[in-house]
C-alpha cells in the first residue's frame, strides 16, 4: 500500500496547487460555506486550508487518510451520478504520503471534542489525539515533496508554483458564489472574497478575480432549452484582450476545459467578430448529469458529453446570438 500510495500521489500530487485542488473540492463536498487557505512558500513549506463544513467522525478520521476509503459513493451505480468532487478516496492518502499531513476535525456544534489525525510520509502511520475544533475540518499539509526530492526538483519557482494555486482558487471562487473564500499567502492577505447573496455581489467577485476591464465590458446572458442552460458573462466584441486566461467554462459547476465546448465558443466568436480577437468569457452549462460524463481522468479537464452534437450547437447558438445582439 505504500508504494501504491506514492503512484496514486504522482497522479494527484503533481504541484502545490493540485494539492489545493483537492483539499478545496473536499471542503465544498463537505458543504463548507466559509474557506480559509494559509500558504506558506507557494504551498511547499505550508498549506492549510480550514473549512466549516460538516466535519468528520472521530472513527472515520483514520479511515479517510486510507486508499480508496471515501465516504462519497455508496455503490457503483453511484459512479453514474457523482456529484461530488470526490470519489476515488485517494486525494488525502496521496498527500500524505508526500508530506506531513495533519488533519483536525469536528462534528459537532460544541468545538470541544474534535480529533487530530496525523501522518508523515511513506510508512503511513496514523496517530490520533484529541484537539479542541470547531465544526469543520483544518487541514495541514507540511513541507510537500520533503522524501521525494526528484518531484520537489520538478517545481518551479515560488512565484510560478503560487501563480498556479492562485489559478486554482479563482477557478473553484467563479464556481462556488455562495461560498465565501480568504486566501493568504506568507502572512499576506491576498484574496477575501465574501460569499454573494445577489447579482451585484456576483459582479463585484468577477471583477476582483478576472479584473474590472473584463466586467466592464461583459454583458450577462442565460439562456435556457430543454434540459440545458447556459449563463454567465461574454465580453462585449470591442473588448480585446490577448490573455487565454480569461477563459472560463463550468460544466455542472465543474471548471472544463474540452476540445468540443472550445470549438463551439471559439466558432460564435470568430463568426461574430473579425479574426485576431481573443474571446473573454465566464460561462456555465448546467445539464442533466446523467447527459455528461465529467471523471474522464482524475487531474485532466475533459468530459464526454452523452449527445455532444447538441451541446455544441446550444453553445454555439447562444453565444452567437448573444454576441451578434451587442455587436457595435
Ligand atoms: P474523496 O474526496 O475522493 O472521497 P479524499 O481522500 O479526498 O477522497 O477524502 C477522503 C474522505 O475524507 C472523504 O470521502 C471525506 O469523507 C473525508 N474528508 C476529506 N476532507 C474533508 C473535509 N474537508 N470535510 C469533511 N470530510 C472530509
Ligand atoms: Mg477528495
Avoid at 33 to 60: N, P, Y
Avoid at 219 to 242: C, K, T, Y
Wanted: glycine residues 6%; aromatic residues 6%; hydrophobic residues 40%.
Amino acid at each position: 500500500p505504500r508504494l501504491a500510495n506514492q503512484i496514486a500521489a504522482g497522479e494527484v500530487v503533481e504541484r502545490p496547487a493540485s494539492v489545493v485542488k483537492e483539499l478545496l473540492e473536499n471542503s465544498l463536498d463537505a458543504g463548507a460555506r466559509r474557506v480559509d487557505l494559509d500558504i506558506e512558500a507557494a504551498g511547499t513549506k505550508l498549506i492549510r486550508i480550514r473549512d466549516d463544513g460538516s466535519g468528520i467522525a472521530s472513527d472515520d478520521l483514520p479511515l479517510a487518510l486510507d486508499r480508496h476509503a471515501t465516504s462519497k459513493i455508496e455503490s457503483l451505480d453511484d459512479l453514474e451520478q457523482v456529484g461530488s468532487f470526490g470519489f476515488r478516496g485517494e486525494a488525502l492518502a496521496s498527500i500524505g504520503s508526500v508530506s506531513h499531513l495533519v488533519v483536525t476535525s469536528n462534528t459537532a456544534e460544541a468545538g470541544s471534542d474534535g480529533q487530530a489525525a496525523s501522518c508523515s510520509g511513506r510508512d503511513m502511520e496514523v496517530t490520533l489525539k484529541p484537539a479542541a475544533h470547531p465544526r469543520g475540518t483544518t487541514v495541514e499539509v507540511r513541507d510537500l515533496f520533503f522524501n521525494t526530492p526528484a518531484r520537489r526538483k520538478f517545481l518551479r519557482t515560488e512565484r510560478t508554483e503560487f501563480n498556479h494555486l492562485d489559478d486554482v482558487v479563482k477557478r473553484i471562487a467563479l464556481s462556488r458564489f455562495d461560498v465565501s473564500f480568504a486566501l493568504r499567502h506568507n502572512g499576506r492577505q491576498l484574496r477575501d472574497l465574501r460569499r454573494c447573496d445577489n447579482e451585484a455581489d456576483q459582479l463585484r467577485r468577477v471583477a476582483s478575480l478576472c479584473g474590472p476591464a473584463f466586467v466592464e465590458n461583459a454583458v450577462a446572458i442565460d439562456r435556457n432549452a430543454g434540459d440545458l442552460r447556459l449563463h454567465g458573462w461574454v465580453a462585449q466584441p470591442s473588448f480585446s484582450r490577448s490573455q487565454a486566461d480569461l477563459q472560463h467554462f463550468y460544466v455542472n459547476g465543474r471548471y472544463i476545459r474540452d476540445k468540443l465546448v472550445v470549438h463551439a465558443v471559439r466558432q460564435a466568436f470568430s463568426d461574430v467578430l473579425y479574426q485576431g480577437r481573443h474571446p473573454a468569457f465566464v460561462l456555465y452549462l448546467e445539464l442533466d448529469p446523467a447527459e455528461v460524463d465529467v471523471n474522464v481522468h482524475p487531474t485532466k479537464h475533459e468530459v464526454r458529453f452523452r449527445d455532444g452534437r447538441s451541446v455544441h450547437s446550444f453553445i454555439y447558438s447562444t453565444l452567437h446570438k448573444a454576441l451578434a445582439d451587442i455587436r457595435p
